[in-house]
């Protein structure tokens, strides 16, 4: 019954050594002559099993473990270890190498000492740490060349914070060394201007509120260098058995904000330079349209009555004289009559009474002249608009007029002007082809609309150019009215 019992254990045993993943030696304590070997040993050290047994250990390792192994051999022959372990290269017949995790111990078999090598491949381990080695290296080469500070921040579940990980940019950036910075991560935050705090706390507690991500700009104060600099913040938060890890990047935008501000200096510059361009031009419209008027329609007044008088006085028979006087009187009617038109394209006579009676004179003169059907609706009460804002108005309707008659091809125009309480709506909008995009930047009413465009932004409105609602196209202009009645005598 006991043989029975000792045959099925011993079965047992060489089946688990049969399937097991491990490598199994067994080796003579004394000639180290390998003496059995599983499956998994034959098939890594790639040998027959009887040609294994021809074998001691140190065959199948690398020469550098060699003199570790049999030191080892000789600690546990003396009897001052029962059992080691040792990590170590094996060596496969074909000569290449792969690293194991071994146990070594000493015992006793059929009477004989012995020693019984169990080891694990850990090939596939090695490789996944020296790629997270490699990595590791790649990214600390990635964060060394990026324009900027990375860093991290983590939120334990008991609420502390700590910084995990600042890049060694932070020493250029802040003028901090990051194990400075870690210790007291509140330097940070002296460094921010005084009036941008409020803004920085306000997103970051929006951002610990849930959100996943957490974005600021602002100044901070470089003591050291007298200096103020624009940063940016981009964080973007997730979770870890750890806690709550914020991976964060912070640059130096200081050199864009400064070019962001020149480019707003700029354009306000051009802005104020193209309003006061249209201020004097319309000036000089006005000075001219009084000059026209005024002296020359005056001296062509008195050209027509003195031309009376001489057909009234010429003597009887002279036919060639009396017609002669006659062609030149109907030519002079004729100049009084461009005078007159010239006058009024300078400026309307009609903007003396508002915008509404201007635009409405302007509408029947364009009627005449393109055969467009157009409608008017506007407030009968008047519209506070100053002069400047009156004749920018004005020409902002004519341009849209203009490109209706050049683009549109449109039989119907109809001009809205409304007042919503403290600002004009103005839509021109035309029932012709639709606007067409425009096909390169001096295609041909690309500039009518710039001007116009640039006409409201000088008034502080908004103008936008879209297809109308049926068909055609829509214009609409809105400004802000003064408060206060404008003086109309300035």
């Known amino acids: 019954m006991r043989s029975s019992r000792a045959a099925d254990a011993d079965a047992l045993l060489k089946a688990i050594l049969r399937e097991s993943a491990t490598e199994v030696l067994v080796f003579d304590a004394d000639s180290l002559r ?23 250990p140190p065959d199948c390792l690398a020469e550098a473990d060699v003199h570790v192994f049999r030191s080892l051999l000789a600690m546990l022959q ?13 060596r496969r017949r074909d000569g290449s190498s792969y690293p194991v995790e071994a146990k070594l111990f000493r015992s006793v078999g059929q009477g004989r000492p012995i020693f019984t090598w169990i080891a694990s491949d850990v090939s596939q381990r090695e490789a996944t740490r020296q790629a997270l080695a490699h990595s ?4 600390r080469a990635i964060v060394a060349h990026i324009p900027g500070m990375a860093y ?19 020493a250029q950036l802040l003028g901090i060394k990051p194990s400075a910075l870690r210790a007291d991560p509140a330097r940070f935050f002296e460094l921010i201007l005084e009036e941008d705090r409020a803004d920085y706390l306000s997103r970051l507690a929006r951002a610990d509120g849930g959100h996943l991500s957490f974005n600021w700009e602002g100044r901070i104060w470089m003591e050291d260098w007298k200096d103020v600099k624009w940063v940016s913040l981009r964080l973007s938060q997730r979770e870890t058995p750890d806690g709550l890890i914020w991976d964060g990047i912070m640059l130096n935008v200081t050199k864009s904000r400064l070019a962001e501000a020149e480019i707003r200096y700029s354009r306000a510059q051009l802005a104020a330079l193209a309003t006061h361009v249209e201020s004097v031009k319309e000036q000089e419209r006005l ?28 003597p009887p028979g ?27 394209s300078l400026r309307p006579p009609a903007l003396d009474f508002g915008i509404v009676s201007a635009i409405e004179w302007q509408l029947r003169h364009f009627g005449r002249n393109t055969d467009l059907v157009c409608e008017l609706s506007a407030p009968d009460a ?22 209706v008659a050049k683009h549109a091809r449109a039989t119907r125009v109809k001009v809205v002007l409304a007042q919503h309480q403290n600002e004009l709506r103005v839509t021109v909008t035309d029932n012709g082809r639709g606007i067409q995009p425009l096909r390169g930047k001096n295609d041909g009413h690309g500039f ?23 068909r055609g196209t829509q214009v609409s202009l809105c400004i802000p009215l003064p408060t206060t009645p404008p003086d109309a005598t300035k």
């Open 78 to 90: 003396s009897g001052k270890k029962r059992r080691t372990t040792i990590s170590a290269h094996c």
């Open 318 to 344: 002279e036919a060639n004289l009396l017609k002669r006087t006659a062609y030149l009187d109907k030519v002079v009617d004729q100049t009084i009559d461009a005078t007159h038109r010239i006058a009024s």
């Open 382 to 403: 008047a519209i506070p608009l100053g002069p400047d804002a009156a004749i920018t108005v004005f020409r902002i309707v004519q341009e849209a007029l203009t490109n």
């Open 136 to 139: 590791a290296l790649d990214l």
């Open 152 to 170: 991290q921040v983590l939120r334990k579940p008991d609420g502390s914070i700590s910084l995990r990980y600042i890049s060694t940019q932070s």
């Open 287 to 314: 000075h001219l349209a009084r000059e026209v008027h005024d002296d020359l329609g005056g001296n062509l007044t008195a050209i027509k009555i003195g031309l009376s008088w001489l057909m009234r006085h010429l």
């Open 448 to 470: 009518g609309v710039l001007g116009i465009t640039e006409r409201a932004t000088a008034l502080g409105g908004e103008l936008t150019v879209q297809p109308a609602k049926r």
């Open 34 to 56: 390998i003496t059995h070997a599983n499956p998994a040993a034959t098939r890594n050290l790639q040998y027959p099993l009887k040609a294994l047994k021809q074998l001691t």
